[in-house]
């Protein structure tokens, strides 16, 4: 069975504060990874790929460690809007149904 | 920016009722799944298909859930007869090729009274 991992929260974290969680899955074949965020009652919405030397897109970084079958997501100088739910995705190929195994998401709340 | 679209966004039911759920996706994506996200749970595949072929289908309940994607591009999740476990969010996604980036649509919320 291929699982990923998160904790649920929920992450209380001051405005202007730095807050990251990581996300573990188990399918060493996995390919691909990804961070979705979704808002209450919205759908997910891709916040970005991760890539194995890691990423950057303005307040967000993404890392992989490939070794220890995890990835993160690191936000810095956190506003209100970052205030959501936010998914760690592993996608793998082979077997027959190529796809992408969802976590249950990371709750995170900024408080002002 | 091109997007997935799906119908109807709310759906309230009696149980034992059929209920069905169209899904678009974007122009050109050859793999298309469905989802189902209860609150405060991440989306759990129901199907998966290529073009017009179902490559995965093992999490989708057989005696009640039926889907098709008949010509390889609009697709039907149907449920029949409705139940009251079934309440939940569907969501419809659709990617180029998988394990691609996949977007989503706004999916639709099913209510089973």
């Given at each position: 069975?291929?699982?990923?991992?998160?904790?649920?929260?929920?992450?209380?974290?001051?405005?202007?504060?730095?807050?990251?969680?990581?996300?573990?899955?188990?399918?060493?074949?996995?390919?691909?990874?990804?961070?979705?965020?979704?808002d209450?009652?919205?759908?997910?919405?891709?916040?970005?790929?991760?890539?194995?030397?890691?990423?950057?897109?303005?307040?967000?970084?993404?890392?992989?460690?490939?070794?220890?079958?995890?990835i993160?997501?690191l936000?810095?100088?956190?506003?209100?809007?970052?205030?959501?739910?936010?998914?760690?995705?592993?996608?793998?190929?082979?077997?027959?149904?190529?796809g992408l195994?969802?976590?249950?998401?990371?709750?995170?709340?900024?408080?002002? | 920016?091109a997007?997935?679209?799906?119908?109807?966004?709310?759906?309230?039911?009696?149980?034992?009722?059929?209920?069905?759920?169209?899904?678009?996706?974007?122009?050109?994506?050859?793999?298309l799944?469905?989802?189902?996200?209860?609150?405060?749970?991440?989306?759990?595949?129901?199907?998966?298909?290529?073009?017009?072929?179902?490559?995965?289908?093992?999490?989708?309940?057989?005696?009640?859930?039926?889907?098709?994607?008949?010509?390889?591009?609009?697709?039907?999740?149907?449920?029949?007869?409705?139940?009251?476990?079934?309440?939940?969010?569907?969501?419809?996604?659709?990617?180029?090729?998988?394990?691609?980036t996949?977007?989503?649509?706004?999916?639709?919320?099913?209510?089973?009274?």
């Amino acid at each position: 069975r291929k699982e990923v991992e998160q904790d649920p929260g929920p992450f209380n974290v001051p405005e202007g504060a730095t807050v990251a969680f990581n996300c573990t899955y188990s399918n060493s074949a996995s390919q691909s990874f990804f961070w979705y965020r979704q808002d209450c009652r919205k759908e997910p919405k891709l916040l970005m790929s991760v890539y194995s030397s890691g990423n950057e897109d303005g307040r967000f970084t993404a890392q992989l460690n490939r070794a220890s079958q995890y990835i993160s997501l690191l936000i810095r100088d956190s506003k209100l809007s970052d205030s959501a739910t936010y998914l760690c995705v592993v996608g793998w190929t082979g077997g027959g149904a190529d796809g992408l195994t969802f976590g249950k998401g990371t709750h995170l709340i900024i408080q002002p | 920016e091109a997007e997935v679209a799906q119908s109807p966004r709310y759906k309230i039911t009696e149980k034992s009722q059929a209920v069905a759920f169209w899904c678009d996706p974007i122009s050109g994506h050859a793999t298309l799944y469905w989802y189902r996200q209860i609150l405060g749970q991440g989306p759990e595949l129901l199907v998966q298909f290529q073009d017009e072929s179902v490559v995965d289908d093992s999490q989708l309940p057989k005696d009640r859930f039926s889907a098709e994607r008949l010509k390889g591009v609009d697709s039907t999740l149907k449920i029949q007869p409705a139940e009251l476990g079934d309440s939940a969010m569907y969501l419809c996604a659709s990617s180029f090729a998988a394990p691609d980036t996949q977007y989503f649509g706004p999916g639709t919320r099913l209510t089973v009274l």
